[in-house]
Every structure is written in C-alpha cells, then in structure tokens.
C-alpha cells in the first residue's frame, strides 16, 4: 500500500477527479476515484491492456456504454429483499439490462479484438425476457402503460369515462342561471380527490351539496353538488381500483427483477468498470498521453513528461521535460533556483509513477518507461505542525524517518529542499548521510537541494548524478527544462536584485561569499556558457540534419519516379507485346477457324457423298435386278465395292438365287483356277477396273471385294478415276502365290455364302397387290419403287401407311408387295456382318458416342465429324460427345460445331446421369 500521505503531498486524487468528470454514472466514479496502484505486475498488466483495448474501442466511436444510465444499484438490491419498486426505478433497470446486451453482445462478437474486455462481458447477462416485460409496461417518462395490463387498460377506460360525464355534468351545472350567481367563478376543480366547484360562502346553505374544502380566506367553499356525489363516487372508486392495478404491476415486474438481481448487479458492475475504462480513454485522448511500460527492476525514463494538473489547467502551454534514473546512475540531485522549477520536477515524477502504476494512461511521449515499484513516498512542501510543537525541519526530518525503514529496491523516495530548515554544515552532512543510505539500499531517489556541499557530492560519488532546472538569466525565470548532468544555480542575489535589493546590498552579498563559492559560482556560469553553445551548435546540427533528411527524401522521391518511369515503360513493352502475342493468337485462331470450317465442310461433303454413293448403288443394284443384268455390278468403281457388296446381300435377299449358287457351290469346276498369267499388272496410267474378271459368275463382287481387300494391303489401291501408280515389279512365283491366296480366300467366302443362303434367304415376293383386301395392318411388304421393306400400320382409302425404318409415308397399294415377316433370329453374315431397318443399312457395332478427353480442339472437330457421319448414316438418334468440364474452350468449339452441322437437329447439355455439363447430347436427323 502506498502511503497516504505521499499520495496527499503529490496531489493523486486531483487527478483522479479529473478523469471521474468524463463517466457517466456514479458507480464509474466511484472505480475511478478509488484507483490505487497495484500491488501485483501481473494485475498492472493486465489493467493496462484494457486500458489500452479500452483506447482502441473509444478511437472506433463504436457508442457502446453506460451513457444515459442511472445507479440503480439500491434499488436492484431493494428489489432483492422483496421491496416493490416505483416505476421509474424500474425504467433505469430495463435501460440497464438493455446496455448489458448490447455492450455484452458486441465485445463477445469482437472477441478477437479485444479479449480482455471481452472477459468482463462474459459477466453482462442478457435479459431479454425481463427487457420486453419492462418496455411493455413502462414508459420512458416513469408512468405505467395501458399495455401493462388489460385489466388496466379497462379500469382506465373506464375512469376516463366517468370524469367526462362528471364534468360535463358539473359544467352544465355551471351554466345554470340558479347556481351561476352562487359561484364564485365558472370552473370546475379537484378538492381532495373530488371534482367541486367553488361557491361564495355566503350561499353555502343555499346550495345543494357537500363541503368537501374551503379557501384560505373563508370566502368560498368548494361544494360537491348532489346531483354529482353518485357519479364522482363512481369516478372515485375507479380511481382506487385503477390505482390498486398499478400496484400490482410494480408488484409482477418487481418479483420478475427479484430474480436476477444478482446477475443484474454483476452487469451493473461490469458496465461500470467499461465506462470507468473509457473514461481512462477520454483522458488519454485529452490529455495526449500512452500508457507506459513497467518493468520489474527496469529504468525510470520519463521523455517529455507533463504534470497533469498544469496539462487540465495550460493545455498545450505546458513546458515538458525529461529526466531518466538507470540502476547504475539511481540517485539523482536536482539543483537551481527558488523559483518552482525543481518542485514541480519532483512532483512530476511521483505523481506520474502513481498513474502509471495504478494502470492510467500519462502525459508522456513514447520511450518512456518505469520500474514496478511498491513504495512512493515524497516529503515536499511547508509540513510545520503547530498542533505538535514541530518545525518545518522536525516535521520534514519526522516523514523521513518514516521512509528509512520502507526503502529497498522498488522504492521510490523524493525529498524536496534536503537538508534546509538548520545549519548549512549539518544539514549538509545529514544530506550526505541520507542520500548514502538510500543508495545503498537501492531506491530511486530524487532530491533537490540549494548547498553546494551536496551538488560536488553528487558529481564526486560513483551511482549519483547532478541536474538543473534550466533558468533564463535575461528573464529571471525557469523554462521548466530538466538538464542532465549539469548542477544549477541558486542565483539568489541575481533574483534578489530583480525584486529591488539595493546595489549596495548586492555589492556586500558579493563580498561576503566565500571563495570557493565564488570559485564554483565561476565555474557554473563557465558551464552554462558552454552548454548554451553546445546548445547553439545542437540547434545548427539539427538544422543541418533536417536538410539532409530533406535531401534525401527528395533523392528517394527522385528514385521513387524513375522505379515509376522504369515500370511504366516495361509495363507498355510488356502491354505491347502481349498486344503482338494476341494479334498472332487471333490470327492464328482464325486460320485455325477457317481451317476447322473447311473440314467442317470436307466432312459434310464426305458424309453426302458416301449417302448418295450408297444410294445410288442401292438403286442401281435394284435397277440391274430389274432388268436382270446382275452380272454387270462387277462393272462398278471399287469405291463402291462396300456399297455395292451391301446391296448385292440385300438382291440376293430379294431375289431366289439359291439354284445358281447352289450350282456354283455343288460343281467347283465352274470357278477355275486361276493362273498367274491371268493376273497381270495395270500399265501405268491406265484406270483401275475389273472388266477382265470373268462374267456370269454370282461371286464377281465378293471377288471383287477381296481384290480390293488385296489391293489396300499392298498399297496400290486408287481412288476411282484416278491413274494407279506403276506397281513394282513382282517374280513369277510371288505372282503365283498371291493369286494361289486370294483364289483360296474366294473360295471359302463362297462356301459361307452358299451356306447362308441356304438357310437364311428369304424366297422371291409375290406379284404385287392391287387392292386394299390384299393387306392388312402388320404386313411386311416390299415398296417396288424405292427399293426398301416396311411394315403397314394403318390403311386408309386408296393408300396404306408404312413406316420405313424410322420414316412414315403414304403408298398407293400398286407399289406395295407382300413379303414374308423376317425370323426373330438371323446369323450374322461374317463376310458383311451388316443389318438393314427399313431403307438404312446399320454396322451392329456402331457407336453412340465419342471421347474427346486430351485432345486439341482442331483433332478433336476433326474426329468428330467422321464420329457423327458415321452415326448418322447408321441411324443412330442421338449421339453423346464427351468433351469434359476443364476450361469450357472445347465445349464452346464442339457446340458451335454442331451448331452448323446439316445433320445435327440440335443439342442439349448431359443430364447428371449422363455426365452433366461435361457431356453434349446432340439430336441427328
């Protein structure tokens, strides 16, 4: 604990007072007033960063707070004891618990930001029930609501109604001409909780009705007329009953308060120390100071310290100063004029470490710092007690006694004026004395002083340090600036001769002094010189620094536009070449787009030209079956060999041929063998056909096909009407063997073929119909003149309708032939390995889809082209393209292909079974 008396001297609750004027609310005030310095580091620390948190919350203005509350603590512990409480203490209850959310509410929220207040709002309950039932039911001017009860509200209709009819029937009694020259005025009035009108005391007989009141002077009485003593009755007992339901609302919200008194008193405390905390923030902010840092055993370094009452009184008038104890150099003797200087030095100090130490903010600039000390004591000022028969040196002598037994390490002591008040000698050597033993025992100690003896003691001993309060000998007055290291001056004759001493007088002081006086005197003002140019030459130093500094902020800004110039200009190379970049990846794009549309366009032409290839063999093989010349296929371009082979099975289907092939098959001498001298190269130049193989044989085309086979193996395969290359020469035996070969490969598809046909062909149509009796809905039937089966699904007049593969047209019944159904199950022909639905021929392994993962984007156009070709002329309906998520630059090029392409009737996006936006479905016509 520090001492009290120390606190008193250096003015610590002045201070205090200060900052109580910027709460809100008594109980604030009272945590601020009551402030003491802690005993415990760890507790100082800990107020210190909510001080500090409390600084950063007051910087963001966030408005949270105990302002507009009241101290309602008596009340909450009224209401504890079961006491009912009036309405606007419980106004001030609800405003309290309504501050205790919020503030509660937003540092728990801002937890992060400020943990240690948010640990005081893990104490600020929520009482949102109690919030409501107290807006419900009290208003802000302390009264009670209508809404508090219905019971209430109808007892209060009701006292309304009542008090209309009474005065409108006490003003009609007024206007009545019998009773009007009774009154002594027309009005009516409240006596004693009646409604009365006055009338002169002289017609108090005449008048029918009841005295309820009479005026000081005796020249009226207030009369209740009868005719309204049952209605104000009435009104009356409405009031009462009004009156007694008020009561019993205080009673329910009192009994609801009871309840959480005790959590409301804990928020109440904890509001309180928040406000107390801003309030340390208002002061830090008013007063400019921070928040120290305390050390154990650390230094006692003040930068510019202010005493604050001079801060509350001067503002920024105030001279600051400066001054540091280390553990090295921790006796400091201050030294200079009687003119309050070095007082208010000492003041300064002690009064800052008790700030400091009790978790204030101080009027100090950032360095400063102070040991954690556990005992201040200061013997300053005029203590001569009369009532103790003391002198200013006994009773000064008295409290630093009282210190010699407290000082140790983390002790502070500061004596002002040591040794005065005796004989110079002794009070010297006392002086020297007690500076030893405080030393020795290691307190920070302070002291000022006139006697010379005591300024060379200090520059003499090793751990003591000299200072002066600076005095400006032109004015005679202090600047209030500490400096270090040097002793001061009393300069008392000089001060002296300012007030009027007379010459003479100062000329015999002179003479009277000695001379080791005069001698140090000398020396001072030697020093002072000295340190004024020291301080001229300090002054021209730090000119030429800050022109130095301003150079080099000027070099630096110089080199800040040249890095700006340097990065704009690399910046627009940069800018320029990307531009090139993306003029050459635009162009290149485009020639890429054109050559993906000349692809486009090239696999259109593709696709039309394999369907009108493939059409156009169908109707010709179907044209020579009519005509009977089915010898001539073997005619055909070998670009039609696949086409052509696919309508030969599909004529062998239509017509009966078994008996030829099996004529073919039963006698092997028909086909001879082949010699070499039969196969004999192309001369150069010369188109590629198949005229010299022998006619009249059904296997022409399947001979065909396997030259062609043959020729693609070897390389010497030409597209039709273009010249074969000149082939290699050959020897005879190799001749002989690939022709040994290509015979036996003949032969065994000719067996299979025989085979097939055998069991599978159907027999020749019948002639057709011409009459609808003919058919019926389900027949199989054959369409004469385009070449193709269907099936009849409905008949209609004239004509039949028939779907054909995947179309429905209307036939007139003369084209149609009645065929047989096709069997459930039909081998497979290996050599063709091919099936038909209507007019369309299907590969049975086409695919329905394609993956385009990995691939560039001019592959990936490419390949799908050929993937929808192929569906389409297979009859495939819908064809998926899986193209992937990635970037989305495949799936805009796929889309926008399918988009233009003749056989896509649109396109959709997979659904999530299908793959989803990785997956484009498109529909074929």
Known sequence: ?????????????????????????????????????????????????????????????????????????????????????????????????????????????????????????????????????????????????????????????????????????????????????????????????????????????????????????????????????????????????????????????????????????????????????????????????????????????LVEARHPLLVQQLGKKVVPSSLELTREQRTLVVTGPNTGGKTVALKTTGLLALMALSGMPVPVCAGSRLPFLREIWADIGDEQSIDQSLSTFSAHLKQVLNILPKASSDTLVLIDELGAGTDPAEGSALGKALLEYFHGHGCYTIVTTHMSELKAFASNTEGFENAAVEFDGNTLAPTYRILMGVPGRSNAIRIARNLGLPKELEK???????????????????????????????????????????????????????????????????????????????????????????????????????????KASEELASALRRAGKLEQLQELSPLAAQSLAEAVVKELKLHSLE?????????????????????????????????????????????????????????????????????????????????????????????????????????RPPKPAAKKDAFQVGDHVFISRMGQNGVIISLNGRQAEVQIGQVRMYLKYRDLELIEPPQEKQPAVKAAAVSYVGDVYHRQNVSRSIDLHGKTVDEALLELGYAIDDAFLNGVEEFAIVHGRGTGALRQAVRSYVREHPQVLGYRTGSISEGGIGVTVVKLK
């Open 659 to 763: 008996g030829e092939i099996e004529n073919s098959a039963s006698s092997p001498e028909t086909v001879p063998a082949l010699k070499t001298t039969d196969i004999k190269p192309a001369p150069p130049g010369t188109p590629v056909s198949y005229k010299k193989r022998r006619k009249g044989t059904p296997m022409a085309s399947l001979e065909q096909r396997l030259d062609e086979e043959e020729a693609e193996d070897v390389g010497d395969y030409t597209p039709f009407m273009e010249t074969a290359p000149e082939p290699e020469s050959e020897s005879a035996d190799d001749l002989e063997a690939r022709a040994r070969k290509a015979v036996r490969q003949v032969e065994a598809d000719l067996d299979e073929v025989t085979v097939y046909s055998r069991k599978n062909l159907p027999p």
């Open 508 to 614: 015999r002081a002179r003479s009277l002094m000695s001379k080791n006086h005069v001698e140090v005197d000398t020396l001072l003002n030697e020093l002072d010189v000295e340190r004024r140019q020291n301080d001229v030459l300090h002054a021209r130093l730090q000119k030429e620094l800050g022109e130095a500094q301003r150079l080099r902020r000027e070099y630096e800004l110089k080199m800040e536009d040249v890095a700006i110039e340097r990065q704009r200009i690399l910046d627009a190379a940069h800018e320029k070449v990307q531009n090139l970049v993306a003029e050459a990846r635009n162009s290149t794009h485009g020639m890429m787009r054109g050559l993906r549309k000349h692809l486009a366009e090239l696999g259109r032409a593709r696709s039309s030209s394999l369907q009108a290839a493939r």
């Open 1 to 301: 604990m520090m001492d009290e008396q120390s606190r008193r001297v250096l003015e610590y609750g002045k201070v205090l007072d200060i900052v109580a004027g910027y709460t809100h609310w008594e109980p604030a005030r009272e945590i601020i007033t009551g402030l003491l310095p802690l005993e415990d580091i760890e507790d100082l620390q800990f107020r210190q960063q909510e001080v500090l948190e409390a600084i950063n919350l007051y910087n963001e203005s966030s408005g949270i707070g105990a302002d507009g509350l009241s101290d309602c603590r008596e009340a909450l512990v009224g209401a504890d004891k079961g006491r009912v409480l009036g309405a606007t203490d419980i106004w001030q209850i609800g405003l309290l618990a309504a501050a205790s959310r919020q503030a509660g509410k937003y540092l728990r929220d801002h937890g992060d930001i400020y943990p240690k207040l948010a640990n005081r709002a893990l104490r600020m309950g929520t009482f949102v029930p109690l919030e409501q039932l107290i807006t419900r039911s009290i208003s802000a001017e302390g009264q009670v609501r209508d809404s508090a009860s219905s019971k209430l509200r109808q007892l209060r209709q009701d006292v309304a109604s009542f008090r209309d009819r009474l005065k409108n029937l006490l003003n009609q009694i007024l206007r009545s001409r019998d009773t009007a020259k009774m009154l002594q005025e027309p009005v009516v009035t409240v006596r004693s909780g009646r409604y009365v009108v006055p009338v002169k005391v002289e017609y108090r007989s005449s008048f029918k009705g009841l005295v309820i009141d009479q005026s000081s002077t005796g020249a009226t009485v207030f009369m209740e007329p009868l005719a309204a003593v049952d209605l104000g009755n009435r009104w009356r007992a409405a009031v009462l009953d009004e009156a007694h339901e008020v009561e019993a609302v205080l009673m329910r919200i009192s009994t609801a308060i009871s309840l959480k008194a005790k959590e409301l008193l804990a928020s109440c405390e904890e509001l309180a120390w928040l406000d107390a905390l801003f309030a340390l923030a208002v002061y830090s902010h008013r007063c400019q100071g921070i928040v120290p840092e305390v050390v154990e055993g650390g230094d006692l370094r």
